[in-house]
């Protein structure tokens, strides 16, 4: 019983009994279904030329529309070569391949260079889908003894590789360059707006914070921001406005003579002496025989 390796060998050198009818129904089968993809993308090259922002792209796409027709009837001799007639198959990468092309012009504002860098992406993939199926299809051919139909078929697989090629030098070029410049100056003005818009907002945040010479300030650190003089909160107030001595006014935690100051308590006012009294102990002491005062203690 001959092995794997010599029934693959036999089969595709044509010695196989399986090989006649079966490679060439295969053969058939894929030369429809190029038959239809050249269709499509003869329909795709349109639409892209249409959508294309550049003439060097458009007349590139342009040239190869023709060159696509010139391969259709070129694919209805290989029929013919066969005797049998030239009919369209289905091919779902064609029509998946057509469709990413709708999707950059559709993703892609209108006569910029980055659609032009996206149509060369995506009628290169269509290129390589076509070198694939000619490549195997010149290689069916051989295996069958069809030498005319190989012949032909070689011809087109070599104008696909030349197409491609043609493609990758059109984006090296200077679509893919100038689209990068396209999207930099896009950037640039970004950044511009954000600037501006940043500018107008610091000047209108100045003067504003939790209140006047608050916490906030004005701007970033403006005078008087942060924990101002005597104050912890405001300057005047905590929650009455104007009234002096009130909640966490002048002399309270945060202010001059306050918090841990000469002669201050940490909490504003219950403890003869300061905080870090002569005892060392670092909790305040209710004196009776003094009330609260404004900025706390006058200390020892």
Known sequence: MA???????????????DTGEGLKSLFITELKDIYYAEGQAIDALAEQADAATTDEVRNAFLQHQEESRNQRTRLERVFDSLGVSATEGTCDAIDGLADDGRRVVSNTESGSLTRDAGL???AQKVEHHEIASYGSAVTLAKVLGYHEAAQLL???LDEEKNTDKKLTQLA????????????????NDSYDRYRDR????????MGSGMSSSGTMGYG?????SGMSSGSGMSSDSDYRSGSTGSGMSSGSQYGSGSGMGSGSSSTGGYSSGSSMDDDDSSTP????????????TSGV
């Open 3 to 17: 092995s794997l390796m010599d029934r693959v060998s036999n089969f595709f050198s044509g010695n196989d009994a």
């Open 120 to 122: 060369i992406m995506a």
């Open 154 to 156: 070689q011809q087109t």
């Open 172 to 187: 090296e070029s200077f679509i893919n360059q100038r689209a990068a410049g396209e999207s930099d100056d896009m950037d």
């Open 198 to 205: 940043d500018s107008v907002t610091n000047e209108a945040s």
């Open 220 to 224: 970033y650190t403006g005078s008087g």
């Open 285 to 296: 002491r209710y004196n009776p025989n003094r009330d609260a005062t404004l900025g706390g």
